[in-house]
């Protein structure tokens, strides 16, 4: 046997590990660290929370951004000097890009690629092979920080993502990721329902499906067709094939291109029960001329179109967007026109991102670069029309009853609330009776009366079965 691999067999054998994760970006990194996590699990290891004790810290990085990448090593550099002896490992898109670039950083032990993702078990087993770690934190800011990043986190055993596809080849001019996640990979329908079913035996009952760009799963094995062509077939076999598994009782769809709204993917949608009417259908610009500098391949007319159709098969869906303020050569019209592009486009709800520039990209050598002050301006601008729209939508919810798949309690203004969120993602709490907590992770029937606190509506059980 090699002695290498032999010291390292006989380490593991010895060693139950204590290790800490750390997720930057989009859903699929938050899916695939739930994996990591399982396979270290698995292997007999215990995972912490970030601001605990650890062995061994996984920051699964993201480079969609200058300010990402700078975010990734903040983050490198912080679990470093939390604790000197430890394994600080960079993972995914950012440990990918730095490591072809050879950038070197004495605060990370290990790169793992997104490919190596599946044996990252190993690879740490093997750094760690040989080293004692010694924890030597207390609380901190950082560690009130990633507290806060786990809270982010779909809650355990209620709603999971579940990636199926991965990689992009729409090239948007702003964006790193084509480069740098490689081309499309669609996971087969099978794979994907086992991986469900597995979910639901765990007892979680909302699933999320995920990808880099969702609107083109099953690309890859229909022939290599263009996401267009193909109406998004493959997307709706495997929504019906998770639909029929036991135990899932709502399936949310993560973010897709406007371009694949066509009345007849739409129809097909509508006749999956369980799947819930909320829709995050990323726009990123309300002005025709910087969406076509965007590379991306749609006109504000033909969004609201597509609107339009979802509105017409699903009763009040959650319709929930992108946009990037501050793109080059954006003018002060532009962004007007995308300030009233999105009230005429009754957002439920907003992510508004400051255009951030990306080493190699298109948009970072184009000339008229926004000033940072002005992209501010026009951020805050826009987060106050997001901040109405969403109350708007919320509104409607009031005096109506819903379904909400509760999940935790938690305590509002000195009272304990149940709260959860209905189908289209409105979360909705429910002051707590003795015996409540046995509702965690079940779905009731709530009559909503109003507003409870911010981003929460008020419900009560009284008039409900
Ligand atoms: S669709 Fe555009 S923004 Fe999204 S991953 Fe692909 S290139 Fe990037």
Redesign the pocket.
């Known amino acids: 046997m090699h002695e290498g691999w032999k010291m390292f067999t006989e380490w593991k054998g010895r060693m139950k590990l204590r290790v800490a994760f750390l997720t930057l970006g989009c859903k699929v990194n938050f899916y695939e660290t739930e994996k990591m996590k399982r396979q270290f699990e698995e292997a007999g290891h215990t995972v912490v929370a970030f601001g605990e004790s650890a062995d061994a810290y996984i920051i699964n990085t993201c480079t969609v951004t200058n300010i990402a990448d700078r975010k990734s090593r903040k983050m490198l550099h912080r679990a470093r000097r939390q604790n000197p002896e430890a394994v600080v490992v960079a993972a995914g898109c950012y440990a990918d890009s730095a490591k072809k670039k050879g950038e070197a950083d004495e605060s990370i032990d290990l790169f793992v690629s997104n490919e190596e993702k599946n044996a990252i078990v190993e690879k740490v087993a093997a750094a760690l092979s040989g080293r004692g770690a010694v924890w030597q934190g207390g609380l901190s800011d950082f560690e009130r920080e990633c507290r806060m990043t786990e809270e982010a986190m779909p809650q355990k055993h209620t709603r999971a993502y579940l990636k199926v596809q991965d990689g ?1 080849n ?3 001019s ?2 790193i ?2 480069y740098v996640r490689g081309p499309l990979k669609s996971r087969g329908i099978e794979d994907a329902a086992v991986e469900a079913a597995g979910m639901a035996q765990q007892g979680i009952h909302e699933i999320v499906l995920t990808g ?2 969702l609107s083109s799963y099953g690309v890859d094995f229909s022939g290599g067709k263009h996401f267009v062509e193909l109406g998004g077939r493959p997307l709706l076999s495997l929504l019906k094939e998770i639909s029929g598994i036991r135990g899932i009782e709502r399936i949310r769809l993560g973010s897709l ?1 406007p371009r694949i709204i066509t009345e007849e993917f739409v129809k097909e949608l509508a006749g999956i029960p369980k799947l819930c009417p909320q829709f995050h259908l ?1 726009l990123q610009s309300g002005c025709d001329g910087t969406l076509r500098r965007m590379n991306r391949h749609y006109t504000t007319g033909d969004y609201l179109k597509r609107l339009g159709i979802l509105r017409g098969y699903f009763e009040n869906p959650a319709i929930t967007t992108d946009v990037i303020v501050g793109f080059p050569q954006e003018t002060a019209e532009d962004f007007e026109a995308t300030c009233a592009f999105v009230k005429k486009a009754a957002f439920a709800r907003i992510h508004v991102f400051k255009y951030s520039r990306r080493h190699g990209t298109m948009a970072d050598a184009m000339e008229g670069q926004v000033a940072e002050e002005e992209k501010a301006r026009r951020s805050d601008v826009l987060l106050g029309t997001a901040a109405k729209l969403e109350e708007e939508y919320k509104r409607i919810f009031a005096g109506k009853r819903e379904k909400v798949l509760f999940e935790e309690i938690v305590r509002i203004q000195g009272k304990e609330y149940l709260t959860g969120y209905n189908e289209r993602y409105v979360r909705i709490g429910v002051p707590v009776k003795e015996g409540d907590i046995r509702r965690c992770n079940t779905i009731g029937s709530v009559q909503v009366s109003g507003c409870l606190a911010e981003g929460l509506m008020l419900g009560d059980f009284s008039s409900c079965p």
């Open positions: 992009c729409q090239y948007c702003y964006c990721i084509p880099i760009h291109e990323s």
